[in-house]
Each structure stands twice: as C-alpha cells, then as structure tokens.
C-alpha cells in the first residue's frame, strides 16, 4: 500500500515548521518509527535540529543530497512509519521527486514543509512538484508585519542579491499582498 504525502506549504514566520513539530510529536506519541530530514544549507539556528522561529525544536539528519540521505537510511516500512521533510524548498528537485516517490511506494508516509514562494513571489519548483504529488495540502498563514491582516507573502527586507539567502527575521518578514513587494 503506497504511502500518502502531506505537504505544508506558506510564507516566512507562518508556523510551517509548528505544525511540522506537531505532526512529529503526534507520530512520536503513536509509538511510529520516524525520521526527520532537513537540508544542510538550513544552518539558522541549528545543524543537528529543526527549530521553529520561537525556539521549538526536534532532532534531525541535516543532509547534503539524497544520496547523503539515502546511505545513512534504510526506507522500508520494517524500520519507518514516516519521514518528516522541513524547508523542502532547499532541497534538489528531481532527487526529491525521485525520492519521495521511492518512499511513498515503500507504504511509508511523508510530511513535508516548506515555502510556496521566495521572496520575489516566484513558486519554489520543490516546493511546487511534492504540492502536485500530496495528498494532502496544507496552507499557513502569518500576519503582516505592516497591517495584522492575513500574510501570503514573505517580504526581503533589503533589495537584490541571490534567490536563496537563508535567513530570519534578520532579512525577512511577513507581508499581505497589499503591503508586500518583490525583492
């Protein structure tokens, strides 16, 4: 029986990784064998755990690339009931998709957490196929640093550089589409 694959998706400071720890430690409370995966290039506030914006935390294997991930673990259903993915949107396309459909097929399940969308408001293609492939979708919302109202968007703070700039609230904040710019 082939697994099912959640996946939650939102802006910065949303509370993707808060709902991501909740599902682990409902899994945990169910005695389920799991394992929690984040890229390494994820460096913010800790290389061994995935920790939310408000210093929530669970440990996890910081990997390079799938093949780093798959030497270290053995995906059958005997040994895993779910692997947990936090910042999807770092990881490699192709080898995500590859890899978590090698998962599912194995009959065991995926939660997945990430951003839709960089900071330009362009989809992050990651994050886009694994929300093709869910079974399940799950869209946060923040609240806007300018206004309060509901936030689809995360503002960069300083204008230019690289797509990718990991980063906090240092560099990013939360935006509604009425306050939010692309930068």
């Not at 995966?37 to 390079?64: A, G, V, W």
């Not at 998962?103 to 330009?120: E, F, P």
């Given at each position: 029986m082939r697994g099912q694959l959640e996946t939650i998706v939102g802006a910065m400071f949303a509370g993707k990784t808060s709902e991501l720890l909740k599902r682990i430690l409902w899994a945990k409370h169910q005695s389920k064998k799991i394992i929690v995966i984040k890229p390494i290039i994820d460096n913010r506030y800790s290389k061994e755990k995935i920790i939310t914006h408000n210093d929530l935390s669970h440990e996890c294997f910081s990997m390079k690339d799938w093949k780093h991930v798959n030497d270290k673990f053995n995906f059958h259903k005997d040994f895993v009931d779910v692997v947990f993915l936090?910042?999807?949107?770092?990881?490699?396309?192709?080898?995500?998709?590859?890899?978590?459909?090698?998962?599912?097929?194995?009959g065991i399940d995926v939660v997945a957490a990430g951003l839709d969308q960089d900071s330009r408001g362009r989809p992050w293609e990651t994050s886009s196929m694994l929300l093709g492939l869910s079974d399940k979708i799950i869209k946060i919302y923040g609240f806007c640093n300018v206004c309060g109202m509901e936030a689809t968007k995360t503002y960069r703070k300083t204008e230019g550089g690289d797509r990718t700039q990991v980063g906090a609230a240092d560099i990013y904040e939360p935006r509604c589409l009425k306050h939010w710019e692309a930068r």
């Amino acid at each position: 029986m082939r697994g099912q694959l959640e996946t939650i998706v939102g802006a910065m400071f949303a509370g993707k990784t808060s709902e991501l720890l909740k599902r682990i430690l409902w899994a945990k409370h169910q005695s389920k064998k799991i394992i929690v995966i984040k890229p390494i290039i994820d460096n913010r506030y800790s290389k061994e755990k995935i920790i939310t914006h408000n210093d929530l935390s669970h440990e996890c294997f910081s990997m390079k690339d799938w093949k780093h991930v798959n030497d270290k673990f053995n995906f059958h259903k005997d040994f895993v009931d779910v692997v947990f993915l936090d910042e999807i949107q770092f990881m490699k396309s192709d080898e995500t998709l590859e890899s978590v459909e090698k998962i599912l097929n194995s009959g065991i399940d995926v939660v997945a957490a990430g951003l839709d969308q960089d900071s330009r408001g362009r989809p992050w293609e990651t994050s886009s196929m694994l929300l093709g492939l869910s079974d399940k979708i799950i869209k946060i919302y923040g609240f806007c640093n300018v206004c309060g109202m509901e936030a689809t968007k995360t503002y960069r703070k300083t204008e230019g550089g690289d797509r990718t700039q990991v980063g906090a609230a240092d560099i990013y904040e939360p935006r509604c589409l009425k306050h939010w710019e692309a930068r």
